[in-house]
């Protein structure tokens, strides 16, 4: 099979990889720190100072919260979203689950070292906002840098975490580039509509 995961998604695939490396046949991260390490809060890289405030604003209970993540992961955020709209947004995707969701991402972030992650025997395609700010694009470098072989990063210009919806055409551009080999050329030469056509 051909994997892709985006953010949570491409902790998922990169595990797939590297437990099931004989299923995995291709695999795209996008924005996803897997490699990130637990002293890097502590060190500053990221926008927020605890895993309880990136909780507070990852799985927001407020309108105001939800602005909050909506401006941490665009780029270009929309300016006017009504308090309607978005305590439907949070009754729909953030209250059914919850304190398992907070466990994960409290999970995600204890005791993680890059030490410790797996190596993967894939040559990924790794796609990255260029202002993320949920996952630092640095951790698209180290990720890298683990996994090296050939691993390709593309990085896509004015766009935050949420790649998938604000740069969706160049995005699946990518994945469909790396996914989809090219039909190989024909050797025979047709004729289509009385032009001779390869």
Same mark, same amino acid.
């Given at each position: 099979? &051909?994997?892709?995961?985006?953010? !949570?998604?491409? $902790?998922?695939? !990169?595990?797939?990889?590297?437990?099931?490396?004989?299923?995995?046949?291709?695999?795209?991260?996008?924005?996803?720190?897997?490699?990130?390490? #637990?002293? @890097?809060?502590? #060190?500053?890289? $990221?926008? *927020?100072?605890? *895993?309880?405030?990136?909780?507070? %604003?990852?799985?927001?209970?407020?309108?105001?919260?939800?602005?909050?993540? *909506? &401006?941490?992961?665009? !780029?270009?955020? *929309? =300016?006017?979203?009504?308090?309607?709209?978005?305590?439907?947004?949070?009754?729909?995707?953030?209250?059914?689950? +919850?304190?398992?969701? /907070?466990?994960?991402?409290?999970?995600?972030?204890?005791?993680? =070292? +890059?030490? &410790?992650?797996?190596? %993967?025997?894939?040559?990924?395609?790794?796609?990255?906002?260029? !202002?993320?700010?949920?996952?630092?694009?640095? +951790?698209?470098?180290?990720?890298?840098?683990?996994?090296?072989?050939?691993?390709?990063?593309?990085?896509?210009? @004015?766009?935050?975490?949420?790649? &998938?919806?604000?740069?969706?055409?160049?995005? $699946?551009?990518?994945? /469909?580039? $790396?996914?989809?080999?090219?039909?190989?050329?024909? =050797?025979?030469?047709?004729?289509?509509?009385?032009? /001779?056509?390869?």
């Amino acid at each position: 099979m &051909n994997v892709v995961g985006i953010s !949570y998604g491409g $902790f998922v695939a !990169y595990s797939m990889a590297a437990q099931f490396p004989e299923r995995v046949e291709k695999l795209v991260l996008c924005c996803a720190g897997v490699c990130m390490e #637990e002293k @890097d809060m502590d #060190e500053g890289m $990221f926008k *927020v100072k605890s *895993v309880d405030e990136a909780t507070s %604003i990852l799985l927001p209970q407020t309108p105001d919260k939800a602005r909050e993540l *909506v &401006n941490l992961s665009f !780029y270009k955020p *929309v =300016k006017t979203m009504p308090s309607c709209f978005l305590q439907d947004f949070i009754e729909v995707m953030c209250t059914e689950h +919850l304190q398992e969701k /907070k466990e994960l991402i409290q999970a995600l972030h204890k005791d993680r =070292k +890059l030490s &410790n992650l797996p190596k %993967i025997d894939k040559s990924p395609l790794i796609i990255w906002g260029e !202002y993320d700010q949920v996952f630092p694009i640095e +951790l698209a470098h180290r990720l890298i840098r683990h996994v090296g072989k050939d691993a390709k990063l593309v990085v896509i210009k @004015d766009a935050g975490h949420a790649i &998938n919806a604000e740069k969706s055409k160049e995005m $699946f551009r990518h994945l /469909k580039s $790396f996914l989809i080999d090219p039909l190989p050329p024909s =050797k025979f030469k047709s004729e289509v509509n009385g032009h /001779k056509a390869d």
